[in-house]
């Protein structure tokens, strides 16, 4: 199925498995990245929360630390994120990538 006027990944994801605490508006929940770009994630929600497209979400992970970004789309209990473009950010994912990868070649 062809959706009109859809835009399509500029990045694929990768499926991830972190645990994550999750903020949007003061509303929090424990939950996980589920998968990761360079710009966005998926996020599962433990609990529901109210998530609107639009809003801004933070997310914390051990392994990549604080991350923030925008409401894409949401259908409980799995919301998709754009995350807020920075230097910080971009280095915050680039160190996720780079520790998987070295998690690889150690196998």
């Known amino acids: ?9 500029a990045h694929p994801r990768d499926k ?3 645990r994550a605490k999750i903020d949007c508006k003061g509303n929090k929940t ?7 770009s360079k710009l ?5 929600l433990s609990r529901d929360i109210p998530v609107t497209f639009g809003d801004e ?6 392994e990549m630390g604080h991350l923030t970004g925008t409401v894409r789309w949401s259908r409980s209990p799995r919301v998709g994120v ?8 971009e280095a915050k994912v680039k160190s996720y990538y780079k ?9």
Do not use: Q
């Open 16 to 18: 991830t498995r972190m």
């Open 57 to 62: 979400i933070h997310f914390k992970t051990e």
């Open 30 to 36: 424990p939950g996980s990245v589920l998968d990761l």
């Open 1 to 9: 199925m062809v959706m009109k006027n859809h835009v399509g990944r």
């Open 82 to 89: 754009s995350l807020a473009l920075s230097s910080n950010t």
């Open 99 to 107: 520790l998987i990868e070295d998690a690889k070649s150690a196998d």
């Open 40 to 44: 966005g994630a998926g996020l599962y």
